[in-house]
């Protein structure tokens, strides 16, 4: 079991370092980086969003964080002049500490309650963005520089990205190393003490608490993490594409994250992974049927839930049950 | 100060409309409908269409607003909510169809209706003016008035019919309303119909004074969230609460707050904040299990 889950994990580097850009050099299609670069910063957030799924909890303000990660990597580069490198944990953190804050009133909410409250929060973040004056208003913040050099004792780590001949697939490496680190990190939460104690949380709040687990320090500590995630996926969005409104991040891209754990499977911890792409994909393939695109990708959800309304997984469930 | 007060009581009418349909739904259904909004802006283009393009009365346009979106919600429920709530295990799935009809109605009007703003003309020309103290158009007392009875009717209708009833029994526990002889199926799917019916005259009596277009949907959503938030889910008297007091906060909120740039819904969000660190389940919710 164990030899077979490593094969698949070095499967899957090899897939996403080598196969894919080797694919892509020999089709020539270049415009896949900017996907795939997309899918794996969305999947990075929708991964926290999973985590507080994990607990029970139904995130419908992972935007609000993306966009407040991005705008603390945006001014600081722009006007403090400090390396993107360095903002991208502090994005994180910064996420983190606000979501403290935040999460320590609202998650005392439960279900529909919390789903409702993140959903105005994803709100309320556009409309702090609209109206502070360190964020530039409408017009966003534009032009900020790529991401510079990183060196240790004169030796390169990252090279300057405006110095690359192809900062593409720079960024596509970049945001899929953020990617593989992101998850391996959410997969050994999840099996960890502190994912059992999770888990706890998600059967019975009441029953965990009453056997002694700290239920209010735990579901803070979980949201915490899960905008670490959303920031540090937002900052690095905003580095690609070198600038941020106020709109960059809304309520619907808060809804296609949850969108992505549900699709993927809420059981499972790449389920975010492989919602975020298949959704993504979707969407974009969709885009060669011009102005009904919409209509048919939305006809396409609603099918799903109708003939699958336990996510894409509970298909391997239904095989499992027949044995 | 009287000014603001009226703003306030008008603004309220309307909201405290979209927040009962939103409510009614979400207690008999356990459903966030998440395309309340989109259900708002569906009514708010037929009305357009009857009136504008048609060119019959307005009333005749409230009338099909109410008709179609009550054959949309009815519909709605039973060939979309109740197979899945039958084959769902976890609660959640219905927010993902929620979200999904949402889209879906978003793409419906923009195919039929197109992406520009709408509006009728005035129903009722004038203004009405107290000295300069209370300066209010009358069509915008006429809608107010119109909401306020709708608002009365509604509370009518779930008091003393038998249908209401039936709806406030599945809304206090729906295994004992069916115990009890209540047609659980069918009551289901005429509250759907009349929380979505709610929407659409919102949007029917709003389009002759803001219009409607594509983009309100989702914004008139987290308003009824934040109404019903601050109210309590599922209660009627709550979202009436809720409606009157993010209307009244809004206005006052424009008034004082105008000086710092459009702040006012930050203001909001904070205070909720608070006041839901306090009081979880709303001013007038029942403290949840």
Not at chain 1, 96 to 115: D, H, M
Request: hydrophobic share 55%.
């Amino acid at each position: 079991m164990n030899t077979q889950k490593l094969l698949g994990i070095g499967a899957f580097v090899i897939a996403v370092y080598v196969a894919v850009p080797l694919a892509i050099a020999l089709s020539g299609r270049w415009d896949f980086y900017y996907t795939l670069t997309s899918v794996a910063l969305l999947s990075v957030a929708s991964a926290g969003v999973w985590l507080t799924f994990y607990i029970g909890r139904i995130n419908i303000g992972q935007g609000a964080y993306a966009l407040a990660g991005g705008y603390v990597s945006a001014i600081l580069v722009t006007t403090a002049g400090v390396s993107f490198w360095l903002t991208l944990p502090l994005a994180g953190v910064f996420c983190a500490a606000l979501s403290v804050l935040i999460g320590l009133p609202i998650l005392r909410l439960r279900g529909v309650y919390f789903a409702m409250v993140t959903l105005v929060l994803t709100e309320v973040a556009r409309l702090t963005a609209l109206a502070l004056p360190v964020t530039n208003g409408a017009k966003g913040i534009t032009s900020i520089p790529l991401p510079g050099e990183v060196s240790i004792l004169g030796l390169t780590l990252i090279p300057d990205f405006a110095t690359l001949g192809n900062p593409k697939l720079a960024f596509y490496f970049m945001a899929v190393t953020l990617m593989v680190i992101c998850y391996a990190c959410l997969w050994r939460i999840v099996n960890s003490r502190l994912g059992h104690l999770c888990r706890s949380l998600q059967q019975n709040e009441e029953l965990a608490a009453s056997i002694g687990v700290n239920t209010a320090y735990l579901r803070v500590l979980a949201y915490s993490i899960s905008s670490f995630f959303g920031g540090i996926a937002g900052a690095m969005f905003v580095a690609i594409s070198q600038s941020i409104y106020p709109s960059s991040f809304q309520v619907a891209d808060s809804v296609n994250f949850m969108l992505n754990c549900f699709l993927g499977g809420l059981g499972y911890v790449f389920g975010p992974m492989l919602g975020t792409l298949l959704l993504y994909f979707g969407w974009d393939l969709l885009f060669t049927t011009g102005r009904y695109q919409l209509l048919i990708y939305s006809s396409l959800m609603i099918a799903l839930m109708l003939v699958l309304p336990n996510g894409l997984l509970s298909l391997f469930d239904r095989k499992g049950g027949r044995k | 100060m009287e000014q603001i007060l009226a703003n306030g009581l008008y603004l309220g009418a309307q909201y405290a409309l979209i927040a009962l349909g939103l409510t009614l739904i979400f207690s008999l259904m356990n459903v966030l409908n998440f395309a309340h909004g989109q259900m708002y802006v569906l009514g708010g283009f037929v009305t357009y269409t009857v009136v504008a393009q048609f060119g019959l009365p307005f009333i005749v346009g409230l009338v099909a607003s109410a008709v179609v979106l009550a054959v949309v919600g009815a519909g709605v429920e039973r060939f979309l909510f109740r197979p899945v709530v039958a084959r769902s295990k976890r609660e959640e799935s219905t927010m993902l169809l929620a979200a999904g009809i949402a889209f879906f109605l978003d793409a419906v009007i923009l195919l039929l209706f197109g992406e520009k703003q709408r509006g009728v003309p005035k129903i009722v020309n004038g203004v009405f003016n107290w000295d300069f103290r209370l300066v209010m158009p009358y069509d915008r007392i006429l809608i107010g008035v119109l909401a306020i009875a709708m608002i009365a009717g509604f509370i009518a209708l779930m008091q003393y019919t038998r249908a209401g009833r039936a709806m406030r029994a599945l809304a206090q526990d729906r295994m004992a309303a069916q115990l009890m002889g209540v047609d659980v199926e069918r009551y289901s799917m005429l509250g759907f119909a009349l929380g979505a019916m709610l929407a659409g005259l919102v949007g029917g009596l709003l389009v002759t004074i803001t219009g409607v277009n594509l983009g309100m949907g989702g914004p008139t959503s987290i308003k009824a969230f934040l109404m019903i938030m601050i109210g309590g889910a599922g209660v009627i008297s709550g979202a009436i609460a809720g409606g009157f007091i993010l209307g009244m906060m809004e206005s006052i909120g424009l008034t004082l707050l105008a000086a710092y740039g459009d702040i006012t819904y930050l203001v909001i969000f904070a205070s909720l904040m608070v006041f839901l660190a306090f009081r979880p389940q709303g001013l007038m919710g029942k403290p949840w299990g």
